[in-house]
């Protein structure tokens, strides 16, 4: 019986189309004006510099150390901005041409991959708060005819996924237990259908709290309380490590590895039910396995030993927009590992989207 796929989605994935990673997000907390007049504040941040660790230091204002509910307003407020330029950004690249040199047919064939339709439902997990893969679908995928019914949702948020805001309202407990006890609703969530289920473990942009308030992200080295705070979230954190429990392909692309929770939910699934690992990243082999190396002894003996696929590029050298022929030198490699798991072409004829 062949495994079942899922997909795991970090900063990495969505830097392919210009959003900054981790120190690029730093440093736009630094030249923020609000946090340069704020002498403790930059403080602050400057003692995180040598690692550009922006959630190092958003995770010291929020939840450590003594900083007024102002500056803890400051700080969330400049991290909500920072994540809607990012998604302006996106809608820009949507609008007005595609110069990230991905082609978004070959990479929205590669993420229906993810359906698992004979085997139950499957899953794109994602760490992202940004709306790229919201906005990908909405003004691509779904103008063509073959993908008009594409129905990838969050699970348990009461928004269509093609609305243009994708705000709504984080449920509450009693709500989100009422939703997972109805057959239709929550007991289908591992029912077989024709796309993934898009779960954004992190939150999303747009997201608000029962008083109206935007929700802020989950950032920070402990993310699992800030998790456990919030019914949905949590419950999203129980639905990654069960999709997990099972002998899995697991396919990351853009992950750090530097998540505990993450990481421990992997780190079980290849002990006890030797899942196999495909990771597309943009560091070198050798690098990416001494950057695990240096933190994490454990997930580096698991990976060492359960990596089963690594394609050192960005997603434009897999998807590559100028490849007529449709298999690209990595793109064919990663074509190769589908048919051998399922007997089925990745890099099926393209469709024309936009």
């Known amino acids: ?63 450590r150390s003594n900083f007024s509910d102002q500056e803890k307003a400051t700080v969330a407020a400049a991290v909500i901005e920072i994540f809607a330029r990012i998604n302006s950004h996106i809608e820009s690249l949507m609008m007005h041409g595609n110069s990230s040199g991905v082609d978004f047919n070959k990479l929205a064939l ?41 129905s990838v949702a969050y699970p348990a948020i009461n928004v269509p996924f093609i609305d243009p805001t994708w705000k709504s309202q984080l449920p509450s407990k009693e709500w989100l237990e009422d939703w997972l006890s109805k057959p239709n609703l929550g007991g289908s969530v591992h029912a077989p259908r024709e796309f993934p289920l898009y779960v954004k473990l992190h939150g999303s942009s747009g997201w608000t709290q029962e008083n109206g308030k935007l929700s802020i992200p989950v950032i920070g080295k402990n993310k699992s309380q800030q998790i456990q705070r919030e019914p949905l979230l949590n419950w999203y954190q129980d639905l990654f490590k069960n999709a997990l429990n099972e002998r899995v392909d697991i396919w990351v692309i853009g992950y750090s590895f530097s998540d505990a929770h993450i990481n421990d939910a992997l780190i079980k699934s290849m002990q006890k039910h030797h899942s196999s690992l495909y990771v597309i990243d943009t560091k070198s082999h050798n690098h990416f396995m001494n950057s695990i190396l240096g933190f994490n002894t454990t997930l580096y003996g698991m990976i060492d030993q359960y990596l089963a696929g690594y394609f050192p590029c960005p997603l434009q050298d897999i998807f590559p927009t100028n490849d007529l022929s449709n298999t690209s030198y990595y793109g064919s490699s990663i074509n190769q590992i589908f048919n051998e798991a399922d007997n089925s072409s990745l890099l099926i004829p393209m469709l024309h989207i936009g």
């Open 1 to 63: 019986m062949k495994n079942r796929k899922l997909l795991l989605l970090g900063a990495g994935f969505t830097a392919n189309f210009g959003a900054p990673v981790s120190s690029q997000v730093w440093n736009d907390l630094f030249n923020w004006p609000n946090i340069q007049k704020n002498v403790k504040l930059r403080s602050t941040l400057k003692s995180y510099r040598d690692k550009s660790d922006f959630e190092g230091f958003f995770e010291e204002v929020m939840y």
């Open 110 to 150: 590669f993420l229906q991959r993810f359906s698992n339709m004979s085997q139950g439902n499957g899953f794109i997990f994602t760490l992202n708060q940004d709306l790229f893969l919201e906005k990908l679908i909405n003004k691509y995928i779904r103008k063509d005819t073959r993908f008009a019914n594409y």
